[in-house]
């Protein structure tokens, strides 16, 4: 277990569909990372939070969004659903402030394997 | 843009064989980090090397970045079966400590028994 939690673990859905990640990063850690991981893609960053406040944006689509509560857990919502959206989702945290500048590393959850019909 | 390139991209060995994997980018990073992944699950971070010039050894794995800070590599001494997974290298950016860092695609390594 590395502490990140991610729910549900499985999805499957149909096109034009709506559906919400779940992510809560590991005790103490502040900052959360989205990332898709598809076959033909690779690991690709979607978006940073940190502390409640979205940090850095990558290539993430229009359809989708994303917030991190109070509470720092995190929800990605992935809406109007295409078939090309099938992938794994990550959610990653960090906390490190050791040295300034220097990003020592994610701890990464199980993801969620969406599968879009 | 920042990118970064892993070769080779598949690695196939018998178990005790060593083996180099290496990551390059035309970008400076302010710290490189090694993470293995098994299917369906979520990257695990094994090392992060932040000196140019640096070499961090785990067991039977070492590592080092590149004095530019521009490359890394990752040997792997008498690999074993339980070493298969997905390698992917990581490059973090010089703005902040929090800046999002930028995988490269993967290396594949099967060891075979």
């Known amino acids: 277990d590395s502490g990140v939690t991610q729910t549900p673990k499985h999805l499957i859905t149909a096109t034009g569909q709506r559906v919400t990640l779940r992510c809560s990063p590991r005790?103490?850690?502040?900052?959360v990372y989205w990332y898709q991981q598809s076959l033909d893609q690779g690991l690709q960053f979607l978006i940073q939070?940190?502390?409640?406040?979205?940090?850095a944006k990558g290539n993430i689509l229009e359809r989708f969004s994303a917030q991190q509560f109070p509470d720092l857990h995190s929800e990605l919502n992935l809406s109007s659903l295409e078939l090309g959206d099938s992938a794994l989702y990550f959610c990653?945290?960090?906390?490190?402030?050791?040295?300034?500048?220097?990003?020592?590393?994610?701890?990464f959850g199980s993801g969620t394997r969406l599968t879009v019909v | 843009t920042q990118l970064l390139e892993q070769s080779p991209q598949f690695l196939s060995i018998q178990e005790g064989e060593n083996l180099t994997v290496y990551c390059n980018s035309s970008?400076?990073?302010?710290?490189l980090q090694w993470y293995r992944q098994e299917p369906g699950e979520g990257p695990v971070l094994l090392v992060t090397?932040?000196?140019?010039?640096e070499v961090k050894k785990l067991k039977r794995l070492t590592f080092q970045f590149g004095d530019a800070r521009k490359d890394s590599s990752l040997h792997i001494t008498a690999a074993q079966p339980g070493d298969t997974g997905l390698y992917l290298c990581?490059?973090?950016?010089?703005?902040?400590?929090?800046?999002?860092?930028?995988f490269g695609p993967g290396t594949s390594l099967s060891v075979i028994p």
């Open positions: 990653a945290s960090s906390g490190s402030l050791d040295f300034p500048g220097v990003n020592y590393g994610y701890t």
């Open positions: 005790s103490g850690d502040l900052s």
């Open positions: 939070y940190y502390n409640g406040e979205e940090r």
């Open positions: 970008s400076v990073f302010s710290s």
């Open positions: 090397v932040v000196t140019g010039g």
């Open positions: 990581a490059g973090a950016g010089m703005k902040t400590s929090y800046d999002k860092v930028i």
